[in-house]
C-alpha cells in the first residue's frame, strides 16, 4: 500500500495544500509548530477513523473557519482509490472513490498505517490500558469486524457496570438484566480474546526477529497475553469460562460497583531474556521493545492483508539512537515510510522525497 497524495483545507494550520509522496522514504522537515505533524494526523485519520491527538474533529477546525477538508489518494493491490473526509457544522461526509459511506467502520481496513510517535516509547512502562489501546488499533486494521465487536463488549460493560453500581448502593435492580449483559459480555470476549490471542502468536514471530537484529543477537524478546482465563482456542469453552469467572465472582463485584474480570483488563507483558521488560529493562531496551513491535505490527498487517501499511514516524527518530535510526532507514525494503523532523540532517542521505514546511505550506522535492 502506497499513499500518492494528502490533500487538506482548513485543517489545522492548513489552508490548503496537496502534498505528493514517493513510494521510499519521504522526509517532512520544518520547525516547532510548522505544521508536520498536522499532515501525518490528517493521514492517520483515514486509517483510525479518528484523530490521534483531538479528542474531537471540532478541534482540527482552522481558526475562524467553519469546517474541514481532507483526502488522500493511494494504491493498494486493487488499483488508485481516493478517501474523503469533511466536517462542516455538524455535517459529516465520508466518501471512498467517490461513494457516500454512512459509518466511520466502513472506513476502517481501507487504508492502513502504522504509526509511531515518541510516546509510544514509553509503551512498556505504561499501564495496560495504553497496551490494549495498541493491540486494539493494531487487530482492527487487520480485521476490521473487530472494530464493532469490541464496541458491542463496551456497551455490554457499561450496562453491566451500571446495575453494579446499583448493587453497591443498595437500590433496586433487576437480576435477569444483569444476567443478560453478563451473558452478552461473555460472548463478545470470546471473541475479543481469540483476535487477541492469535494476533499476538504472529506478533511475537516478527518482534522477535526485530529485536534479535536490533541488539546483535544479545537480547531474546518474549510476549504473553494476560487475561483472566486459562488458555483455549475454543470459542465455546472460552465463552463459558468467562461466563463462570464472572458468575463466580458476582457478589464482589455487587460490592464494588464494577465489572473485575473481562478482557477490559488485559495486558500484553513484554520480557526480555526472560526478565519482565516493565520493571527490569533500561530505557534503551524499551526502545528496542517498541521499535521491535511497531515493524512487527507493520509485517503482521502484510501478512494478513497482502501488503505493507504506510508507516509514520511522527518526529520520532530523533528520539532514537544512531544506530536504531540506522537500523530503520537502512532496512526499508518494500516499506513506505513518512518522517518528520526537526532536525532532518542525519536523515537526508536516505530521503526519496524531501517536504519542507513553513507555516502549513508544503514544499516537495524529489531527489530520487
Given at each position: 500500500?502506497?499513499i500518492k497524495r494528502f490533500s487538506a483545507e482548513s485543517f489545522r494550520n492548513i489552508e490548503?495544500?496537496?502534498?505528493?509522496?514517493?513510494?521510499?522514504?519521504?522526509?517532512?522537515?520544518?520547525?516547532?509548530?510548522?505544521?508536520?505533524?498536522?499532515?501525518?494526523?490528517?493521514?492517520?485519520?483515514?486509517?483510525?477513523?479518528?484523530?490521534?491527538?483531538?479528542?474531537?474533529?471540532?478541534?482540527?477546525?482552522?481558526?475562524?473557519?467553519?469546517?474541514?477538508?481532507?483526502?488522500?489518494?493511494?494504491?493498494?493491490?486493487?488499483?488508485?482509490?481516493?478517501?474523503?473526509?469533511?466536517?462542516?457544522?455538524?455535517?459529516?461526509?465520508?466518501?471512498?472513490?467517490?461513494?457516500?459511506?454512512?459509518?466511520?467502520?466502513?472506513?476502517?481496513?481501507?487504508?492502513?498505517?502504522?504509526?509511531?510517535?515518541?510516546?509510544?516509547?514509553?509503551?512498556?512502562?505504561?499501564?495496560?490500558?495504553?497496551?490494549?489501546?495498541?493491540?486494539?488499533?493494531?487487530?482492527?486494521?487487520?480485521?476490521?469486524?473487530?472494530?464493532?465487536?469490541?464496541?458491542?463488549?463496551?456497551?455490554?460493560l457499561e450496562n453491566r457496570n451500571a446495575i453494579l453500581k446499583k448493587c453497591s448502593k443498595?437500590?433496586?435492580?433487576?437480576?435477569?438484566?444483569?444476567?443478560?449483559?453478563?451473558?452478552?459480555?461473555?460472548?463478545?470476549?470470546?471473541?475479543?480474546?481469540?483476535?487477541?490471542?492469535?494476533?499476538?502468536?504472529?506478533?511475537?514471530?516478527?518482534?522477535?526477529?526485530?529485536?534479535?537484529?536490533?541488539?546483535?543477537?544479545?537480547?531474546?524478546?518474549?510476549?504473553?497475553?494476560?487475561?483472566?482465563?486459562?488458555?483455549?482456542?475454543?470459542?465455546?469453552?472460552?465463552?463459558?469460562?468467562?461466563?463462570?469467572?464472572?458468575?463466580?465472582?458476582?457478589?464482589?463485584?455487587?460490592?464494588?460497583?464494577?465489572?473485575?474480570?473481562?478482557?477490559?483488563?488485559?495486558?500484553?507483558?513484554?520480557?526480555?531474556?526472560?526478565?519482565?521488560?516493565?520493571?527490569?529493562?533500561?530505557?534503551?531496551?524499551?526502545?528496542?521493545?517498541?521499535?521491535?513491535?511497531?515493524?512487527?505490527?507493520?509485517?503482521?498487517?502484510r501478512e494478513i492483508c497482502g501488503e505493507y501499511p504506510v508507516f509514520l514516524f511522527d518526529?520520532?527518530?530523533?528520539?532514537?539512537?544512531?544506530?536504531?535510526?540506522?537500523?530503520?532507514?537502512?532496512?526499508?525494503?518494500?516499506?513506505?515510510?513518512?518522517?518528520?523532523?526537526?532536525?532532518?540532517?542525519?536523515?537526508?542521505?536516505?530521503?526519496?522525497?524531501?517536504?519542507?514546511?513553513?507555516?502549513?505550506?508544503?514544499?516537495?522535492?524529489?531527489?530520487?
Open positions: 500500500m502506497i490548503k495544500c496537496n502534498i505528493e509522496f514517493s513510494p521510499g522514504v519521504n522526509l517532512i522537515h520544518g520547525k516547532n509548530a510548522e505544521g508536520k505533524t498536522n499532515a501525518v494526523e490528517g493521514i492517520y485519520i483515514f486509517s483510525r477513523g479518528k484523530s490521534f491527538r483531538a479528542k474531537e474533529d471540532r478541534e482540527l477546525i482552522s481558526f475562524g473557519k467553519e469546517g474541514f477538508r481532507i483526502s488522500v489518494d493511494y494504491e493498494n493491490e486493487d488499483g488508485i482509490n481516493t478517501l474523503e473526509y469533511s466536517l462542516f457544522g455538524r455535517e459529516r461526509r465520508r466518501k471512498k472513490n467517490g461513494y457516500k459511506i454512512s459509518k466511520v467502520t466502513e472506513m476502517i481496513g481501507s487504508f492502513k498505517t502504522v504509526l509511531f510517535v515518541p510516546d509510544d516509547l514509553w509503551l512498556v512502562k505504561m499501564g495496560p490500558e495504553e497496551r490494549r489501546a495498541f493491540l486494539n488499533v493494531a487487530i482492527s486494521q487487520c480485521y476490521p469486524a473487530y472494530v464493532k465487536i469490541y464496541a458491542d463488549y463496551k456497551i455490554s443498595g437500590d433496586y435492580y433487576d437480576e435477569r438484566e444483569l444476567i443478560c449483559w453478563s451473558e452478552s459480555m461473555a460472548e463478545y470476549a470470546a471473541d475479543i480474546y481469540l483476535f487477541r490471542k492469535n494476533y499476538i502468536k504472529k506478533l511475537e514471530v516478527y518482534a522477535k526477529g526485530f529485536m534479535k537484529d536490533i541488539s546483535d543477537g544479545r537480547e531474546e524478546l518474549s510476549l504473553f497475553y494476560k487475561c483472566d482465563i486459562e488458555e483455549s482456542s475454543d470459542k465455546e469453552e472460552v465463552k463459558q469460562r468467562y461466563k463462570a469467572k464472572l458468575t463466580e465472582n458476582l457478589e464482589r463485584e455487587k460490592i464494588v460497583g464494577q465489572s473485575l474480570y473481562g478482557v477490559h483488563r488485559d495486558d500484553l507483558e513484554v520480557s526480555i531474556n526472560g526478565n519482565a521488560a516493565r520493571y527490569f529493562a533500561s530505557q534503551g531496551q524499551q526502545r528496542s521493545v517498541v521499535l521491535a513491535l511497531k515493524l512487527a505490527e507493520g509485517e503482521v498487517n518526529d520520532v527518530l530523533s528520539e532514537l539512537d544512531e544506530q536504531r535510526r540506522k537500523y530503520i532507514l537502512e532496512g526499508i525494503g518494500e516499506r513506505q515510510i513518512i518522517i518528520t523532523s526537526c532536525e532532518p540532517d542525519g536523515m537526508m542521505d536516505f530521503a526519496d522525497c524531501v517536504i519542507e514546511v513553513k507555516a502549513g505550506s508544503y514544499v516537495s522535492t524529489y531527489r530520487k
